[in-house]
């Protein structure tokens, strides 16, 4: 009897474009051979955690409830912007709207028909968003969780470094014991890189150009062991691709202050206007208080020279947001048609985060800017004939695809599985 499963490896940060022949020689390949989603999509803001959400449970954002990577609650009257990347935020998150996600993820769906295991090595935040209610088990470097939550330690925990060598350990590591040992229903590799490589360098560098060589050569890892196992009998659907893509810090803006200097100062300061930065995009936040004097400045924000666009209240339906618990408004930063020193189009204005300063020249995203909401989506499965698909897909149709393939219901999903045809 075959033993059928699923298995999502993500090049985090690893932009459609960049894909081809020379800077990743297995995608190019896998993309012949698979299905390549031609006009793949990323949800807003375009960032790790929120990303990591929405595939965890095919939902969009106003769906899961996770808005950001920084994420306003209100606390005791106040809207305070916590860091999802920290360890306390699921506590923080339970307390002021009483879960974490608000509809089931991909652990929890296959929890009692095959479990999840995942492998992440990027930041704690977006690890545990895979599944913050440990149905499965998630390894990360910063804690290791069974079912239950129950921790894992001594050298089963995962212990690798944050950087191109961890992810290459990781890899090794997720093929041996988790696709050819333990062969869960659903597995899932996320890769650090090229995204972590390209916070701290321009896109085009020497550094970005090994960091995708690096994740190509996880890739083909991943694809040689998947291929040995259906030799053997698995069927294995193998799903590969990326959260978002990464576009380039040209200017940096304080909003807090901006903010402030439309008379918004006193709000700002009392908890009832909070402004919660995602790299080129950033939430606005108010109370029931807040909320009029913070509409009324919306269009003096939209005039700005450094404002791309302005969604509020429903119109925050058009990126996947809904506004509730706190949330008004969000704005998508400016870009500038220019080129970096690697030949790289456009620059963007971001928003200052408290105590980072930005990096300029750098990479950057979490905005609906043309390349960072580009991410890329192979499916290679080995009953299904090469395809292009020019139709529109989202980072919320890997769930779905999934558990049609594992034969599980899709019920209360935003994304729509992949067609998968069967050859002959
Ligand atoms: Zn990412």
Redesign the pocket.
């Known amino acids: 009897m075959t033993h059928r499963r699923a298995v999502f490896v ?1 090049c ?2 690893l932009g459609r474009d960049w894909v081809d022949a020379s800077r990743t020689p297995t995608l190019q390949d896998m993309r012949h051979t698979g299905v390549w989603c031609a006009e793949h999509r990323a949800v807003f803001p ?3 955690r929120v ?2 959400a929405s595939i965890a449970t095919g939902c969009l954002p106003g769906r899961h409830g996770l808005h950001g990577n920084r994420m306003g609650l209100l606390e005791g009257g106040r809207v305070v912007v916590r860091d999802v990347g920290n360890p306390d935020f699921r506590a923080h998150m339970r307390r002021a709207t009483g879960t974490t996600l608000r509809v089931p993820t991909m652990a929890q769906r296959v929890a009692t028909s095959g479990g999840f295991i995942a492998f992440s090595n ?1 930041s704690p935040g ?1 690890a545990y968003f895979l599944d913050p209610e440990h149905f499965g088990f998630v390894y990360h470097r910063a804690g290791s969780y069974a079912p239950q939550g129950v921790p894992i330690g001594g050298a089963d925990a995962l212990d690798v470094s944050h950087d191109l060598a961890g992810d290459w350990v990781m890899t090794q590591r997720f093929c041996a014991e988790i696709l050819a040992d333990r062969r869960p229903a659903i597995a899932v590799l996320w890769l650090a890189n090229p ?1 972590h490589t390209l916070h701290g360098v321009p896109l085009g560098s020497s550094a970005h150009l090994e960091a995708l060589c690096h994740a190509d050569r996880c890739v083909l890892e991943v694809l040689q062991t998947v291929e040995r196992l259906r030799r053997d009998g698995d069927e294995i659907l193998l799903l590969v691709g ?3 893509g990464q576009e380039t810090i040209g200017d940096c803006l304080d909003l807090e202050a901006w903010l402030s200097q439309q008379g918004l100062a006193p709000l700002l300061e009392s908890g009832d206007i909070a402004v919660a930065g995602q790299g080129t995009a950033a939430l606005l936040y108010a109370t029931e208080h807040g909320r009029p004097r913070l509409l009324e400045r919306l269009d003096a924000l939209r005039a700005a020279p450094w404002a791309d666009g302005v969604i509020a209240q429903g119109a925050m339906g058009e990126h996947g947001q809904v506004a509730t618990g706190g949330l008004v408004a969000a704005v998508n930063m400016a870009r500038r048609d220019e080129l970096n020193p690697h030949g790289v189009r456009g620059r963007r204005w971001v928003v200052a985060e408290p105590g980072k300063p930005a990096a300029i020249g750098d990479g950057q ?1 979490g905005g609906w800017g043309p390349d960072e909401t580009n991410p890329f989506l192979i499916v290679n499965h080995a009953g299904s004939p090469s395809a292009t698909l020019r139709q529109p897909t989202c980072i919320t149709d890997i769930a779905p695809t999934m558990l049609r393939f594992l034969g599980l219901p899709m019920d209360g999903l935003d994304g729509s599985p992949l067609p998968l045809e069967q050859r002959g």
């Open positions: 993500c985090d940060g375009s960032v790790t990303s990591a990027v977006a995204d990326s959260d978002h995203h």
